[in-house]
C-alpha cells in the first residue's frame, strides 16, 4: 500500500475529487495548508499599503491505495491539477506498513 499526498491549488479540489471519484479512490482527507516553493509568494495591496503573502493557500489531498492503483492516481492527479503555470503543486509517495480500520479490525487492503 501506499500513501499518495498531493498539493494542489484550492481552485482544483472539485475537479481532482471527481477525477478521484472516477478512477475509483472514495476515500481521501483533505486539510487547507499554506506553503510557497518556487513561487515564494506575491504582494499585496491593501487600504494603501503594499505587504507581502509570502505563504499562498493551497489544498493537501491525503490517500491510502493499494499498489496497483498508485500510477492510475497519480496519472488522475497529475492530467487534472495542472494548469502549466508555477506553484500547480507535488505529489508525494509513500510506502504504508499497514492500515488498519478501527470501527471492524480489518486490515490490509480491505481497510481501504
Known amino acids: 500500500m501506499k500513501k499518495i499526498e498531493a498539493i494542489i491549488k484550492p481552485f482544483k479540489l472539485d475537479d481532482v475529487k471527481d477525477a478521484l471519484n472516477e478512477v475509483g479512490i472514495h476515500g481521501m482527507t483533505v486539510t487547507e495548508v499554506k506553503g510557497f516553493g518556487r513561487q515564494k509568494g506575491h504582494t499585496e495591496l491593501y ?66
Open 47 to 112: 487600504r494603501g499599503a503594499e505587504y507581502v503573502v509570502e505563504f499562498l493557500p493551497k489544498i493537501k489531498i491525503e490517500a491510502v491505495v493499494s499498489d496497483e492503483d498508485v500510477e492510475k492516481v497519480i496519472e488522475t492527479i497529475l492530467k487534472t491539477a495542472r494548469t502549466g503555470n508555477i506553484g500547480d503543486g507535488k505529489i508525494f509517495v509513500y510506502d504504508i506498513k499497514e492500515t488498519i480500520r478501527i470501527r471492524t479490525g480489518e486490515r490490509g487492503k480491505e481497510a481501504i
